[in-house]
């Protein structure tokens, strides 16, 4: 994700602020501020915020040789705070990235558990069907016996027992 960048005259509306103002404070206090492959000045979000304390410093009252010699202790302050920051993210970020790991591993406990029971369940099934299909050839045959033990006992079948024999 890029950095967002304002040209000067955005940057003066952010500090309310003419925008010669930015170059002399860039000037007096040797600020180093990002130019473009034209040469044109840019400023970040990180300058802005640096020229509203200023302006604020200012409006208290200081003066501009006294900020001179703050700004290298506010800039040093302001990189550890960012490092901080960075770190501190780094660090939430291992947690997520643990937390989600976590979360896999669960996933794929919970896939192999539901896996084996889909199985059980499917064994049950069969045996059910097994049994089913089972009885249903019992009475199957039952019924092709009793129709042979009913063909066997018909008057017609008699009757031939009674001419043959």
Known sequence: MGEVRYMISEASKRVNVETHVLRHWEEELGLKIGRTEMGHRYYTEEDVRLFNCIKELKEQGMLLKELKDLIPDMLKAKAKANERKMNKEKEEQKHMSELQMALLENNQILQEAIIREMG??????????????????????????????????????????????
């Not at 249903?136 to 033990?149: A, C, H, P």
């Open 120 to 165: 059980y369940l499917f064994q049950a099934q069969d045996l059910q069907e097994e049994e089913r299909y089972k009885k249903l050839d019992y009475l199957i045959r039952q019924q092709q016996s009793y129709r042979k033990e009913y063909a066997r006992s018909t008057p017609l079948r008699q009757l031939r027992k009674i001419f043959e024999g």
